[in-house]
């Protein structure tokens, strides 16, 4: 029984793929009797013609054994793996031209039921004999297990179903978002990066690929830890209702489990000063939302004037009275409540202004015990650098850091860096983020109901379990017809349990990640998830069995038997323990076009600052 490598098996076939190389002892025995050929006719003096029919012959065979020497060869060697590869920018910008409408995601092949049974056989082989790792990172005979390989490329189209990156820390998952941050780039298309460890390799290359496509100033960098050359970012600008920007804040809110009375109210309170705001015709932003919290009194009196403008003629007349012996301002925000209610209430009832007063009129001890929990994250927001980044004063003339949002990144193509610099302050990052994803969200929706020719948005999450929330479900949902294309890196299926505290909705977000690009993986319970998803296949191993025996009635009569069978049994694609095994910087992906694709990446190289 035989199994030829290049044909794969067929199921009469069978090799033991990884035996010892006998092609190569059969070729050197070939050799040496074309040696011995060779000087018994020069020296023996006998007729030349038999040495030399038996020299050619032995040629042939010695050629034909060579072949399959040679095979098995490559076949071990292939198996000590792959030095660590990088690319120059300039070769990534081939490769695109060559295939413009795909991403590329280097080089690898197509893994199917030959692996599998080469890898079976290798696991009850003597694998130290074998394989040898470059870098102690994992095991490179499982590439090794494919002679061939070529450049891997997705469809842009199907990039649109997004993309879920897994792997333990150190695996490669940085170097994968560096090659498809710096493709999406060279395209022209709209990026947004959250990055929570502030990678500087990941911002290197978003800055080199602004540089290489012409355009630095597309480049937009936000970093808390560093507000001097941060960009402003106004999280609030974006909304189709201002009921979106109380969510956007309450859902960062800790909360137990089920219904959260502090919370619910927090948020009614975050509505009512936001609608409060819009009725003044301001810009609501979270310094704005901070001050009016605790003491809502300016606001209602700025917003009860701006809404008795627009429906009371001569209000100033007819407020005039309630005015007189109003000492302060809680006095003054008193009076114009009476005033609302005795005069403008009754032809022009307003449900946002109504919600504003009750929040004051409400007892001020109690209203604070019921918005403590928001109001250390309102601090955490507002304070310091961050308060100035989050919300940017426009008519400030001596700021000159350019302010923008997410809408106006998008609308301009520009590539925006966010560090969320969690390693320094956690909740603060997660807070930030969420916070940002909420915008996106109600920018995808607003794109959805009315763009038109839109432009793709490419989003990049690093360590996403850090920013997941509700919101983030929702643009993973209903994104797609927006053209969003995001992708999530995490390292255990777990943490998004973890994060989003329900497996319903940890499984909401996995099913909707059309592409898994999964390295390294040590979490067994997330090897079993990765690989539960792939199809079966067989693996063929054979079956030997032996007896001897002999008949009670004729004790000297021996019997004996042997035999073999080629069996097939059920197994997994890919082996589960091998995500745990696979070497830095390799990957075992499912696309979205069905095809389960084994590969390797290249380090993008980035210049030294200064040298272009």
Not at 315 to 332: H, K, P, T
Request: aromatic share 6%; net charge neutral.
């Amino acid at each position: 029984m035989k199994w030829p490598f290049a044909g794969g098996p067929s199921p009469r076939e069978y090799e033991l793929a990884f035996r010892g190389n006998y092609e190569a002892v059969a070729a050197a025995g070939w050799l040496a009797g074309i040696a011995a050929s060779l000087a018994a006719m020069q020296w023996s003096g006998l007729p030349r013609a038999p040495f030399t029919w038996m020299a050619g012959v032995g040629a042939v065979m010695a050629a034909y054994r060579s072949l399959g020497a040679s095979r098995i060869a490559s076949r071990k060697r292939a198996l000590r793996g792959h030095d660590v590869a990088f690319i120059e920018p300039k070769t990534l910008q081939r490769k695109m031209r060559a295939h413009p409408e795909d991403v590329w995601l280097g080089w690898g092949f197509e893994w199917d039921q030959p692996h599998t049974q080469l890898v079976h056989e290798l696991l009850k082989s003597d694998r130290a004999k074998l394989a040898t790792t470059h870098d102690g990172s994992g095991c490179p005979w499982i590439h090794g297990v494919s002679l061939r390989e070529e450049d891997i490329y997705l469809p842009i189209a199907l990039a649109e179903g997004h993309t879920l990156i897994v792997g333990t820390t150190g695996s490669g998952k940085t170097t994968l978002l560096a090659l498809l941050v710096m493709q999406a780039i060279l395209r022209g298309e709209a990026v947004i990066i959250l990055d929570p460890k502030s990678d500087k390799t990941l911002r290197g290359v978003a800055e080199l690929a602004c540089a290489l496509a012409g355009d630095p100033q597309r480049f937009v960098y936000f970093h808390p830890g560093f507000p001097e050359r941060s960009a402003r970012i106004d999280p609030m600008r974006n909304f189709v209702r201002p009921t979106e920007l109380a969510s956007r804040v309450a859902s960062n809110m800790a909360t137990e489990e089920g219904a959260d009375p502090f919370k619910a109210y927090s948020h009614m309170a975050l509505n009512n000063v936001i609608q409060g705001n819009i009725l003044c015709g301001r810009q609501p932003s979270l310094i704005e939302i901070n001050r009016h919290l605790n003491n809502p009194t300016r606001l209602v009196i700025d917003a009860i004037e701006a809404y008795s403008a627009q429906h009371v003629p001569d209000w100033r007349s007819a407020v005039r009275g309630y005015l007189e012996r109003a000492a302060n301002d809680d006095a003054r925000a008193h009076a114009f409540v009476r005033f609302y209610y005795d005069r403008v209430q009754p032809d022009h009832a307003s449900p946002d202004l109504e919600g504003l007063i009750q929040m004051f009129t409400h007892n001020r001890e109690h209203h604070q015990k019921m918005i403590a929990g928001l109001m250390p994250l309102m601090a955490m927001l507002t304070s310091g650098h961050l308060g100035r980044l989050l919300s940017p004063d426009t008519a400030d003339v001596t700021d000159a850091r350019p302010i923008t949002d997410s809408a106006r990144i998008i609308r301009n193509g520009q590539v925006a860096y966010i560090g969320l610099d969690t390693l320094t302050d956690q909740m603060v990052g997660q807070a930030v983020g969420s916070i940002l994803l909420a915008d996106l969200a109600a920018v995808a929706g607003d794109r959805y109901n009315y763009g038109v020719g839109l432009r793709p948005v490419n989003v990049f999450i690093d360590e996403a379990p850090e920013c997941l929330h509700d919101p983030t479900i929702q643009l993973l949902n209903k994104s797609r017809g927006s053209l969003f294309r995001l992708t999530l890196c995490i390292q255990t299926y777990g943490d998004v349990e973890a994060k989003l505290g329900s497996a319903a909705k940890a499984r909401q977000v996995v099913g909707n990640l059309n592409n898994t690009v999964t390295l390294r993986v040590l979490d067994a319970e997330s090897q079993q998830t990765i690989t539960d998803g792939l199809p079966k296949t067989v693996v063929r191993h054979v079956l030997r069995t032996q007896g001897s025996g002999t008949q009670a009635q004729d004790p000297m009569n021996f019997t004996g038997n042997s035999g073999e069978r080629l069996m097939e049994e059920e197994a997994d694609l890919f082996p589960p323990a091998l995500l745990g095994l696979l070497p830095n910087r390799e990957y075992l992906a499912k696309l979205a076009n069905g095809k389960i694709m084994k590969g390797r990446l290249p380090i993008v190289k980035i210049p030294p600052r200064g040298t272009g």
